[in-house]
């Protein structure tokens, strides 16, 4: 079960090393002007920025030896930079308000007016202490330097403030799966719950509760109906009639459904309830007013736990997170291997403009089948294996998916006992034995169970479980356990089990409403106990909210072809009679085919269409390769790789001319090879590289032909498209001055890798005015760390001492190279960020980037807009009439360039969901946008519009996709620097058994084998392997 966590609000392919972009030959200069110019024009094609763009000379500085060196900063005026280092014992020094630099407002976080209360989590004491220390420097007059505020406290901080609505699109209603709630005016009261001995199942702790609430609600809790939340805190509506009470708590053995393993009996606890606090209403309502800034997380809190109490007491429903999940609320589903997936719904309590809601959503999850454990394992291993042993490969497999699972047994009649699997002996069944006595008397595992339980056990070449404490196992034998119903897997799944939660899952837009308002009419919240109790109604409609649909923009394609422009039509469109805007250049290639199905004759020919595509579209393409395709066995991949790569060279190198481009043909199921291809030759053979499955090399679809010539230009440096209003500088806020683009995401190991680190990923633009071509870099980090480290990082030189480095100033200096400019904006888009941790991210990763302008330049601090952007949320939007056929796509789904800040948004802060695609199955998520930082005054209508429009720049095909590129390119990042990593060959942990290892079997003694599974505190993170200078240069992470 997942733990909740008590305070925060509910929250909602490839990749790179470090690389500097080049211009390409084909690239021209443009004069810095509002548009192409005339001899541009006469060219017959935009010619970008490849190389050098020379813009204005005042965003100029002098350039050294990768840095800048000398001029002022940006932003209109001197300003006090940084200093590299601060006090120590400041971990994070003052953030500082960049200078404004143009007439708009600026947006940075506001002072709250009451001191007294808070937005920050308060568990979050990193975070207060460095608030703490935080200092924000008041918005002054332009040219002027701004004036350091007195250092506030942690509850001080605010996000910025909404600058109003947009006004850009056409206007319509659409509903959100959002159900508007009503609050009566109660006192809500929190008492602090102690129970000892200590309980750390929740399931246990409500157990007690909820026996102490039958036994004294009338006599001692004065006839409240409290709320708990399983661990520390209830809270009642109105006092109780005590300060302190200590009550005595019997359960039986029954009642304890946690206990595995444990000696029957009854127990006793003691509990001690006592008052902490009152939580304010009026502080809800004057921020919901917008009149407060900092949100009342305790009241919000309590809410949420008063609306979550029947189906957490309720029997049949499992709680994960904020979701519930019951076979009864839908057909249970097989996904193969032992487990099948539930449905359920997810619901949390927000606070919003119009008020407090109820955000419903539909959840499924995978469950473990609660099978024979006998028969969970053929279904693992996917084949009979009762005949014969396990392999070493099988022992592996069995371990992994059943670590932690809770069995019971059967063999002992009606006494169900319960236990938790903690590993798998190493020896069979009918080799373990272990002492009966002191005396060492040794009896076998298949003797004790015939003697005790009369029971024969069959498959005695299979090992036994073995449970309990780890420290002190017992051993059972598979075949008399059974796995416990309602446990929910939480290890990765595979890719088949993957598509098959993806069918049960997959519903149409209004398939998933009416799912939605059935869940909402099955709670019956209006007749819920708890939720009378503390005055809380719920609408039965979903909100409908006022939307707008932005306009798509038009994309510039290459004079020579016949359509030299265009406008999406709902988010789509192709390549039809259109060149690339800028081709990039393949002159020396090669083919290596490692799919036994595809004879050299079949690779010949889809290399020759492949290439016909690209050279269609607009690239340069030498239709012949620099040696003929040729084949390879999978098993000996890397020497293959190496041969032909060595032999290529050896024809090109006395030239001075290198590899452009690797065609590789995998079979359709290729395991751990296209990984391997990757990190081969991006961090050793240097190569750009381009993957097709088998069965497109077959098929040969123009569709697919023309996306594989996208992501192979823009792998050898070209631009497939450009907006009309960047070239024309017409983009809202970024076209006025040089403006650099930022995306960061941090992908972290899936649940049950206990030491594998987390991937960062930082993306920044490396051309102006066009915003289209992104360099990329990657770091790995401390298993699950959310903050990106290495944005700025010291390190010592043993020449040059301390040098500052990182990804912030590595991107930035590329960006000049390749520009001939300094930025003199920045906009940040950050993915991955949860609600919860705002806070953290902000101060550490904006100071980041503070530092690492200012040791580019002294006072160098260009104006720097945050902005989160969330996926992982529960907000749907849908069409007010399905049936209408102008306000929805072939998908059913709303149309792209929805977007919608107001009603269901922050009552206060900066904030829109933004649907910038179409649909394609099932109902789409809209991105949710929330500003953290603005120093460069964006109104509402331009970052919306910035951030829909360049959703139509993603190189990778011609769609326009659901997130802002940037943070799209640093997820693919992440994602491809995960094959850099050493594979893992380890089960994970083990376990010691046998004679000298184990316990035995239930109800005996013996020794201690200690477990070696754990989360891996303290492991040193191995960096990445150093992707190839050339490879850094271009976006080949497409």
Request: aromatic share 8%; hydrophobic share 30%; net charge positive.
């Amino acid at each position: 079960m997942v733990r909740k966590r008590r305070t925060p609000l509910p929250g909602a392919g490839d990749g790179s090393e470090s690389r500097e972009l080049s211009g390409g030959s084909d690239h021209g200069s443009q004069h810095n002007t509002g548009g192409p110019t005339a001899s541009q024009q006469q060219r017959g094609g935009y010619q970008g920025q490849g190389g050098r763009n020379r813009g204005p000379q005042s965003g100029r500085g002098n350039f050294s030896g990768g840095e800048y060196v000398g001029g002022h900063g940006m932003g209109g005026g001197r300003r006090g930079g940084l200093s590299p280092s601060g006090p120590s014992r400041q971990p994070i020094p003052e953030l500082h308000q960049a200078t404004q630099t143009t007439q708009g407002r600026m947006h940075p976080p506001t002072m709250a007016s009451d001191a007294g209360s808070s937005s920050q989590p308060p568990e979050s004491r990193e975070t207060a202490q460095m608030l703490e220390q935080l200092s924000i420097r008041q918005e002054g007059s332009i040219g002027q330097a701004l004036q350091t505020a007195v250092p506030c406290s942690s509850k001080s901080m605010r996000f910025p403030r909404r600058p109003g609505k947009g006004t850009i699109g056409e206007k319509c209603i659409i509903k959100a799966n959002h159900f508007f709630a009503e609050l009566a005016d109660k006192d809500f009261h929190h008492y602090d719950v102690s129970i000892t001995p200590e309980v750390t199942s929740r399931i246990l702790n409500r157990q007690i509760m909820k026996k102490l609430e039958s036994l004294y609600n009338k006599s001692h809790l004065g006839g409240r109906l409290p709320v708990y939340d399983g661990r520390k805190s209830l809270y009642t509506a109105g006092p109780l009639p005590f300060t302190s009470k200590e009550f005595n708590i019997t359960l039986s053995d029954e009642d304890d459904e946690d206990r595995s393993g444990s000696r029957r009996g009854e127990r006793e606890y003691r509990v001690i309830i006592k008052l902490a606090a009152r939580a304010d209403l009026h502080h809800l309502g004057l921020f919901l007013q917008g009149r407060r800034d900092d949100a009342p997380h305790e009241v919000l809190q309590v809410l949420d736990i008063v609306l979550r109490e029947s189906p957490s007491t309720s029997t049949g429903y499992c709680a994960v997170g904020r979701s519930f999940f019951s076979p009864k609320l839908g057909e249970r589903h097989s996904l193969g291997e032992g487990l099948e997936c539930w449905r359920g719904f997810y619901q949390s309590i927000r606070p919003t403009q119009n008020g407090l809601s109820l955000n419903i959503d539909m959840s499924t999850t995978a469950f473990i089948e609660p099978l024979p454990v006998v028969e969970f394992v053929t279904k693992l291993l996917n084949r009979d294996v009762t005949s014969r042993p396990l392999s070493d490969s099988d022992r592996v497999k069995i371990k992994k998916a059943l670590r932690g699972v809770k069995i019971e047994v059967t063999h002992r009649g009606n006494m169900r006992r319960k236990y938790r699997i903690s590993g798998l002996t190493s020896q069979t069944t009918r080799e373990l034995t272990f002492p009966v006595d002191e005396g060492g008397t040794m009896k076998s595992v298949i003797r004790y169970f015939s003697d005790t339980y009369g029971f024969n056990i069959q498959h005695t070449h299979w090992p036994c479980l073995q449970v309990g404490n780890p420290q002190k196992p017992n051993y059972l034998p598979m075949e008399v356990c059974k796995i416990v119903e309602g446990q929910r897997y939480s290890k990765r799944l595979n890719e088949r089990q993957i598509t098959e939660l993806l069918k049960v899952t997959c519903q149409r837009p209004k398939e998933r409403e009416n799912n939605i308002v059935k869940t909402v009419d099955g709670n019956r919240y209006n007749q819920d106990r708890y939720a009378e109790e503390f005055g809380i109604k719920i609408s039965r409609s979903l909100a409908r909210v006022e939307a707008r649909v932005l306009p798509a923009p038009r994309l510039k394609y290459h004079d020579s072809g016949r359509i030299k422009d265009c406008r999406p039509e709902v988010g789509c469109w192709n390549m039809m009679h259109k060149r690339m805007v800028n081709g990039g250049h393949v002159n020396h290639w090669l083919c290596i085919n490692f799919s036994r199905n595809v004879q050299e004759t079949v690779a010949r020919d889809f290399c020759s269409e492949l290439v016909e595509m690209c050279r269609t579209s607009g690239m340069a393409f030498n239709p012949e390769p620099v040696l003929p395709p040729t084949s390879g066995r999978p098993e000996y991949l890397e020497k293959v790789l190496r041969s032909r790569f060595n032999e290529a060279m050896s024809k090109l190198r006395p030239i001075g001319k290198s590899v452009d481009l690797l065609i590789v043909i995998l079979p359709d199921n290729n395991g751990p090879l296209y990984g391997d291809i990757k990190r081969i030759c991006e961090t050793d053979l240097g190569l750009v590289s381009q993957c097709c499955l088998t069965r497109q090399v077959f098929r040969k679809s123009k569709q697919y032909l023309a996306n594989v010539a996208l992501k192979i230009n823009v792998k050898v440096g070209g631009r497939n498209t450009v907006l009309v209003d960047a070239i024309y500088r017409s983009l809202p806020v970024v076209s006025d001055e040089p403006t650099i683009v930022f995306g960061a995401d941090v992908t972290h190991p899936p649940p049950g890798e206990d030491s594998s680190p987390s991937i960062a990923a930082v993306v920044a633009s490396q051309d102006w005015p066009e915003i289209t071509k992104y360099a990329g870099l990657v770091c790995a980090q401390a298993h699950r760390e959310e903050l990106i480290k290495d944005l700025y990082k010291p390190r010592e030189d043993p020449v040059r001492g301390t040098v500052d480095s990182g990804m912030i100033k590595e991107l930035l200096v590329s960006f000049k190279r390749e520009t001939g400019l300094k930025p003199r904006r920045i906009i940040f888009y950050r993915d991955g960020v949860s609600e919860g941790q705002f806070y953290q991210v902000l101060l550490h990763e904006v100071d980041a980037i503070r530092k690492a302008c200012n040791n580019l330049e002294p006072e160098y601090q260009p104006p720097i807009t945050f902005v989160v952007v969330q996926k992982r949320h529960h907000t749907r939007l849908f069409a007010n009439n399905h049936a209408d056929e102008r306000t929805v796509d072939k998908s059913g789904n709303i149309l792209p360039g929805t977007v919608v800040d107001s009603d269901i948004c922050h009552p206060t802060e900066f904030d829109f969901y933004l649907c910038s695609h179409a649909g394609i199955k099932g109902t789409s998520r809209p991105a949710h946008y929330h500003v953290l930082w603005d120093e460069n005054g964006f109104s509402a209508d331009g970052l919306q519009s910035l951030t829909n429009k360049l959703c139509y720049t993603y190189a990778r095909c011609t769609r326009s996709v659901s997130i802002v590129p940037p943070a799209y390119y640093a997820h693919l990042a992440a994602f491809r620097a995960r094959f850099y990593m050493e594979r893992d060959t380890s089960d994970g942990g083990s376990t010691t058994s046998g004679v000298s290892g184990g316990r035995g079997p239930i109800g005996s003694g013996g020794a201690v084998a200690k477990s070696t599974r754990g989360p891996a505190a303290g492991v040193t993170v191995k960096p990445l392997p150093a992707i190839k200078e050339n490879v850094k240069r271009v976006m080949f992470y497409c």
